[in-house]
């Protein structure tokens, strides 16, 4: 078969490791032929690739980012958008497309593969809110990148007895707060499924000066809301899938802090640090699973479904399903938070 790659969304460590391991067992198990599209959704429209061979894949799982790069393009919404996509497809012989992103790249592969476009989806995302699947990958990276982090902040915070508020990413799911924010041991872990009791974060922080600790950590995930004020935007502007840009709670939540407790308090956005540089051993492999099984999905036909992680197995599921809802914290992970932070 000929089987097109593209990455849309934004990039995620583990996304060559999927484009290795399914170009590799394409090419040597099925004698498939490969191409990559560059740019996500939008190098399809401009009929935009690359050969993808066994030469051009050696190495690329140990790397991160993505070889074939990445957009936030919206077929759906670009006025014959999906004709210049079946002609495209056509025109360069593809017989399978695997699409490798979040929820908003496979609406487009849903929408797709409902026009008669024989397509599959592997799920992107650090922020590991997609539905139906135990993880994503360039999750556990990015969770190590901010634990990793927040480490530093404590020994600073500590040396000036501050209190430093450290701002992850986690648009609608507070994944990465909850569990950088624990392996970090901050003493206030913010997440956007739960309103922020502000009265309460400052006791957690007073609890400490009062029992000679004189600094505090918090984490605050970008998507949280922030009482009278709501989600923080980095700016106006919204993407082709109608997202606003988040940034800038823990700065907001800092100056919050400072006013009602009167400890000085500075703020650290980790933004995207915690998407770049190398994949965990975790992403690379947990890549390279959805990548062979992504292949076989295209030779058994499995068009409109996704690659999930259930357990410890990968399987797989409808699209529709994947994208019908954003997987999010719940009661026990609260719990969590809550045993694990003062009693005041
Ligand atoms: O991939 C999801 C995500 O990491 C969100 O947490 C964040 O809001 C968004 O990407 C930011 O991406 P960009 O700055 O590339 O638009």
Not at 298 to 325: C, F, P
Request: aromatic letters at 6%; a negative charge; hydrophobic letters at 40%.
């Amino acid at each position: 078969m000929r089987v097109a790659l593209l990455t849309g969304g934004g990039d995620c460590p583990g996304l060559n490791a999927v484009i290795y391991a399914a170009v590799k067992k394409g090419i040597q198990t099925y004698g498939d032929e490969f191409i990559g599209f560059l740019n996500g959704w939008r190098g399809v429209l401009d009929n935009n690739w690359i050969p993808l061979t066994l030469e051009k894949i050696d190495g690329i799982q140990l790397k991160g980012g993505t070889i074939l790069h990445s957009s936030r393009t919206n077929v759906k919404k670009i006025p014959g958008g999906i004709e210049k996509v079946q002609e495209v497809l056509k025109q360069n012989k593809i017989d399978a497309l695997i699409a490798l992103g979040g929820d908003d790249t496979q609406s487009v592969t849903l929408f797709l593969s409902e026009h008669g476009v024989p397509s599959v989806g592997v799920p992107k995302t650090i922020d590991n809110d997609i539905n139906g699947t135990d993880a994503t990958f360039g999750y556990d990276t990015a969770v190590s990148i901010a634990t990793e982090a927040i480490d530093r902040i404590h020994t600073t915070a500590d040396s000036h007895n501050r209190v430093v508020v450290v701002e992850v990413m986690g648009r609608d799911a507070g994944w990465i707060a909850y569990a950088a924010g624990i392996a970090g041991g901050a003493h206030v872990v913010l997440v956007p499924e739960q309103e922020i009791d502000i009265d309460h974060v400052c006791a957690l922080l007073k609890y400490n000066y009062d029992h000679g600790k004189h600094y505090g950590v918090v984490v605050v995930a970008e998507g949280c809301h922030l009482p009278e004020v709501g989600q923080v935007l980095g700016s106006q502007e919204v993407d082709s899938f109608g997202h606003v840009r988040l940034s800038g709670i823990g700065e907001a939540l800092a100056d919050l802090i400072e006013k009602k407790t009167g400890f000085e308090t500075r703020s650290v956005n980790l933004g995207h640090t915690q998407r770049g540089g190398v994949p965990t051993a975790y992403d690379r492999l947990l890549g390279q699973r959805y990548g062979l099984h992504a292949i076989d999905m295209v030779h058994q036909g499995k068009w409109g479904r996704i690659a999930v992680l259930r357990g410890t197995e990968i399987t797989d599921i409808t699209i529709k399903e994947a994208i019908s809802t954003n997987r999010r914290l719940s009661e026990s992970f609260f719990s969590v938070i809550r045993d694990l932070e003062a009693k005041v």
